[in-house]
């Protein structure tokens, strides 16, 4: 660590910004940085289309889902996966600007200490809204359909960017406390076990009692629920934990509790920095 980075560190700039003017410019840095590199964003939303032709197709006569085909199942609960997905992304940028420096020179500047998390969380919420739209296009085009109403399938949509909102808080700030853009790509591939312990993508009911429970309280789970519910493709489960048997209800509560906890815990470890 150079000596100017330490004196940096140790004298960060005072806040004199405000969020609502350095807010909109780190989203715009984002959005850049996103499409000057789009290596990660390729993977994560290409992955879950990857994945509904490989399991819908190749699996999908071997998994049963009683009451409906099984694609129809499969891709609600990709898109709650992708809306989890904020987990991997958010803590893979913050770790790759802290390793990079990036992070020590932003707090030199006299700016608002939540512009810059806020300033990733939204443009990922920004690239998730569109990212989403082949991966609904291509389950269309393979057999599922969104059989609620209009205004329930908008519902839908915006749980999952809320989640995804929810998830990138939380990531980001793993990110900042790794601080290692390396150690975050390896953290961030183990993620991906977390839908797998869910009912993303197959359902709960025949799990083992224990496994049940913890798919269930998975926020995954009431996620992909709600997802389902809202697009009309089915119910929620019977005698399913609370999150699962309320979905929407359930969605919005770990949503909230997400943001509750990790906001102000990823504000106050930027405003730290290596502290």
């Not at 609960?77 to 987990?87: I, P, S």
């Not at 793993?174 to 591939?189: H, V």
């Amino acid at each position: 660590m150079s000596a100017t980075t330490l004196v940096h560190e140790q004298n960060p700039a005072p806040v004199t910004g405000s969020l609502a003017a350095d807010g909109p410019a780190m989203v715009g840095r984002h959005l850049q940085k996103i499409k000057a590199a789009p290596g990660v964003l390729v993977l994560t939303q290409t992955m879950p289309i990857t994945m509904l032709l490989f399991f819908g197709y190749v699996f999908g006569s071997a998994l049963a889902v009683p009451g409906q085909e099984y694609r129809s199942f499969l891709v609600p609960g990709l898109l709650a996966a992708t809306a989890a997905n904020g987990l991997m992304t958010g803590m893979f940028q913050a770790a790759q600007d802290c390793d990079r420096g990036v992070m020590d020179r932003f707090r030199t500047l006299p700016m608002s200490r939540a512009a810059v998390p806020l300033g990733s969380t939204v443009a990922e919420v920004l690239t998730t809204a569109v990212g989403m739209i082949p991966l609904m296009l291509v389950g269309l085009a393979a057999g599922w359909r969104i059989e609620g109403g209009p205004g329930a399938a908008l519902g839908a949509y915006g749980l999952l960017l809320l989640f995804r909102f929810a998830t990138s808080w939380a990531g980001y700030w793993l990110g900042l406390l790794i601080r290692n853009e390396e150690a975050a790509g390896q953290l961030g591939s183990a993620t991906f076990i977390l839908p797998l312990l869910s009912s993303a993508y197959i359902p709960t009911d025949n799990m083992p009692g224990w496994l049940r429970t913890v798919a269930e309280w998975n926020p995954i789970s009431a996620l992909a629920s709600a997802t389902r519910d809202l697009f009309g493709n089915a119910a929620p489960a019977a005698g399913a934990a609370w999150p699962v048997a309320h979905p929407v209800a359930g969605t919005l509560a770990w949503s909230a509790v997400l943001l509750a906890v990790f906001v102000p815990l990823t504000v106050r470890r930027y405003a730290r920095g290596t502290d």
